[in-house]
């Protein structure tokens, strides 16, 4: 197989875009993609701040390597989970981290959820729901409120991560097997901050396939945590990831079609009429001043106030 842009020999054949690349073509293939979203969705321009999650991860990691790449002023964020799980999960996360940060003279924000909020996620877990099931709900919540503060009280225009088409094909199914209107209303590229205190959220790989992302970060010479965070393991996003994997060798381009489908459905007007039911709700919680639907303080604030 060739490349078909220069003849030498591919490292890479994607047949869900009928294109094979040499190495060198991939890596300037990808961050061209990247900007192409980030312009057709209008997520941010070069004097915009970025805030990058990073966990660490191939995505992540990567995602913060193409936008300095680009150009973008990206700072990064890490949050310290505080997670083990026999393989020092959260520890080897950082490092990694941290190490990337140095070596391409970029600046990262490490917020420790157990340093500051006095307990880790396992610990918050363990008290809020007695360890009965994943930590997963409480874990999210803990880093949608970190991310959302941290972007904002760091005078962040948006805040990145590095969600890539397998995340949102996997979150898309879950949504309409369940059919859930609310949720699927705000799926998408962007998620605008459209309350005050809320933070404008961007996801510039949401079109690219993991398989691609996990070659750019290889072929990159980027060092990543190859394991998933152990919680991980039994959840619904990787089942859902599974089935469209299959769907996919049997259909090549199968998960872009549906996901890129969904999004010209929703411009057309699909959704229109299902207005986001917690909007109108949002008050500033009087605890930490962060936007919430729930009743006095937000779900954060009550899980993290000890009694
Ligand atoms: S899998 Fe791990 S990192 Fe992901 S939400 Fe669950 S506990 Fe948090
Ligand atoms: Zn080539
Ligand atoms: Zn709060």
């Known amino acids: 197989m060739k490349c078909v842009k220069c003849g030498q020999k591919a490292a890479i054949n994607m047949r869900h875009h009928k294109l094979a690349l040499c190495k060198d073509h991939f890596l300037e293939w990808i961050p061209a ?3 192409r979203f980030i312009e057709k969705y209008r997520m941010f321009s070069l004097q915009d701040k970025v805030l990058v999650a990073v966990s660490g991860g191939k995505d992540s990691l990567s995602l913060w390597d193409i936008l300095q790449r680009l150009g973008y002023q990206a700072d990064g964020l890490y949050i310290g989970l505080g997670i083990d799980g026999g393989i020092g ?8 981290c941290e190490e990337f940060a140095k070596s391409h003279g970029l600046r990262l924000r490490v917020v420790s959820v157990g340093a500051e909020f006095g307990e ?15 930590p997963c709900a409480v874990c999210g919540l803990t880093k949608r409120h970190i991310m959302n503060r941290a972007a904002r009280d760091g005078g962040y225009d948006v805040l990145a991560t590095g969600h890539n088409l ?6 898309l199914l879950g949504n309409t097997l369940n059919w859930i209107p609310g949720y699927l209303v705000r799926q998408g590229p962007v998620l605008e901050a459209d309350k005050p205190g809320l933070v404008r959220k961007v996801k510039p790989l949401c079109r690219i ?3 691609d992302m996990a070659a750019y970060a290889i072929l990159r010479g980027i060092e990543y945590i190859y394991e998933e965070c152990p919680h991980a393991v039994g959840s619904n996003s990787i089942f859902y990831k599974e089935l469209l994997n299959n769907l996919e060798a049997e259909r090549p381009g199968a998960k872009i079609n549906f996901y890129v ?8 007007g699909l ?37």
Do not use: V
């Open 166 to 171: 397998d995340d949102e094909t996997a979150t």
């Open 261 to 268: 489908a969904f999004l010209q459905a929703k411009e057309n």
């Open 209 to 211: 396939y993991e398989r």
């Open 120 to 134: 880790t996620i396992p610990e918050l877990s363990l008290r809020t729901i007695r360890g009965k099931e994943k």
């Open 89 to 96: 999960y959260s520890n080897e996360s950082q490092r990694l």
């Open 271 to 307: 959704f229109a009429a299902q207005a986001d039911p917690d909007l109108d709700k949002l008050h500033a919680c009087p605890s930490c001043g962060q936007p919430t639907s729930a009743p006095g303080m937000c779900a954060f604030c009550r899980m993290t106030a000890k009694a």
């Open 33 to 35: 993609q990247t900007q």
